[in-house]
């Protein structure tokens, strides 16, 4: 079985690779491409590494070889399966939440939780129309990153409706920091449900052939009968 587990020493050199000046400024940091990722492992659709690693990165980086551009890709993968690994054993990992600029030590769940609401917009599907009935049980687990990311707070004040006070916002930030590992595994745990086709049903009784008696007792054939399509 292929090792998905990254050192501390790999993971370091990507930190320092998606900083430089390969990227422009373009590349997502290690705590945004996180959240990026873990979006685009659980959705309801497979998104291969061809439409998400370009938006990660960045359009057209300046790589000082080709050895550096096969680096980065290597480490970015590594990255990418480690998190994938650890969603399908549903497993904790380490979560990269850098602290705030303005007070250290307190962590940055924004900018993850930025990371994470862009990934799932990424692929053909919508996921809450994909969602269909369960739409509201996904919204209720996404409110903890549309929250954390402060976008609940920008959409109420840029309509102009009522938010939370002081006090109110800090106990519902608290609690969906509380909230927030789990949640990153729930959502991982809900589409798989929903991707995975059922498992056939298996008849009871033998199934009707077209030149059989129809069940309903009518004395036609099936296909002249309930059997017969539609005009």
Partial sequence: MQNTTMSTQELNRLESLLASDVFRNEAMPLDILQGFLCATLSGPETIPPGIWMPLA?????EYE?????????????????AIASALSANEDFELFLYGLEDNQERLDYAAWCEGYVYGAQVGELNWFEAADEFAP?????MEVFFLLSGM????????????????????????????????????????????????????????????????????????????????
């Fill in 65 to 81: 070889s080709a050895a550096q551009a096969d680096e980065v890709t290597g480490l970015i993968m590594k990255f990418h399966d």
């Fill in 57 to 61: 990165l960045g359009e057209s980086p």
């Fill in 137 to 141: 049980d996904l919204s209720e687990k």
């Fill in 152 to 231: 609940l707070k920008e959409d109420a004040q840029k309509n102009k409706e009522p938010w939370l006070s002081s006090k109110e916002e800090e106990k519902a930030l608290a609690k969906a920091e509380e909230a927030f590992p789990a949640t990153i595994h729930d959502i991982y745990r809900f589409w798989r449900a929903r991707r995975n086709p059922p498992a056939p049903v298996r008849r009871e009784s033998p199934r009707i052939g077209r030149n059989d008696p129809c069940s309903c007792g009518s004395g036609k054939k099936f296909k002249q009968c309930c059997g017969k399509s539609p005009d």
